[in-house]
C-alpha cells in the first residue's frame, strides 16, 4: 500500500503541475503570434517551459503509478527524451520495441537517472531493450559513482539511507523486484553500463 500510494501521488503532482507548464507554453505562443515575432526572452521563456514539461512527463512515469498492462509508445518516450537533450548536458538513445509495457519504461526511467549521478560533466545514455532484457550505458568523461548506492541496486540488503536526489536508487530495486529483475553493472573510466 505504501509504494503505492507514493506512486499515486507522484502522478498528483505531475499531473497538476503539466497544466500550468502547458499554459505558459500557450502563452508564450500567443506572444510569439501577436507580435509576428520573438524576442530572446520569450524565446528563453518557451525553452524553458518547454524542459519543465519534458521532465514532469519524464517524472510521471519514473515516479508515478500505471495501470496493468498499461503501455508507452516509443514515439511518446524518445520525445520526453529529445526535450530533456535540449538542455545539453545529456543526450539519450532509445532503442526499444515499439510499445513497452509503462513498468519497463519505469524502471528503465529510474535507470536513466542512476546513470546520470555518474556523468557529472555531461554525456550520452543509450538505452535497448532487445527480447524483454534491457542494458542501459552512460558514456561521458570521468565517470563518478557511488560505489555503496551502485552496490545497493544489486543486493538491496546493502541499501544505505538515500537523500532525495538519490530516491531513485531505492525505487529501481523496488521495480525490478515487482518485474522479477535483477540488476548487474560494469563500470570503466568512460563508460558505466547496466542491464537486468
Not at 510569439?32 to 512515469?61: C, H, K, P, V
Amino acid at each position: 500500500m505504501t509504494n503505492t500510494l507514493a506512486k499515486l501521488v507522484g502522478s498528483r503532482i505531475c499531473h497538476d503541475l503539466s497544466s500550468p507548464i502547458g499554459a505558459i507554453n500557450n502563452g508564450v505562443e500567443l506572444l510569439s503570434l501577436s507580435n509576428g515575432s520573438t524576442t530572446d526572452e520569450i524565446e528563453l521563456i518557451g525553452q524553458s517551459a518547454e524542459a519543465a514539461s519534458a521532465r514532469i512527463m519524464f517524472f510521471r512515469i519514473a515516479y508515478g503509478g500505471a495501470q496493468d498492462g498499461q503501455i508507452a509508445r516509443a514515439s511518446e518516450i524518445t520525445n520526453i527524451l529529445e526535450q530533456m537533450s535540449k538542455s545539453g548536458k545529456y543526450t539519450y538513445v532509445w532503442n526499444s520495441r515499439d510499445a513497452v509495457v509503462r513498468l519497463d519504461t519505469q524502471a528503465a526511467f529510474l535507470a536513466i537517472q542512476c546513470l546520470e549521478t555518474c556523468l557529472t560533466t555531461g554525456g550520452e545514455i543509450v538505452i535497448e531493450e532487445q527480447d524483454g532484457s534491457w542494458s542501459l550505458s552512460a558514456k561521458g568523461k570521468n565517470i563518478r559513482l557511488n560505489k555503496t548506492l551502485w552496490a545497493s541496486l544489486a543486493d538491496p540488503s546493502l541499501s544505505e539511507d538515500v537523500t532525495s536526489a538519490e530516491v531513485q536508487f531505492a525505487l529501481l530495486p523496488l521495480a525490478l523486484s515487482e518485474m522479477g529483475r535483477s540488476l548487474s553493472y560494469d563500470a570503466s573510466p568512460n563508460q558505466f553500463s547496466i542491464s537486468y
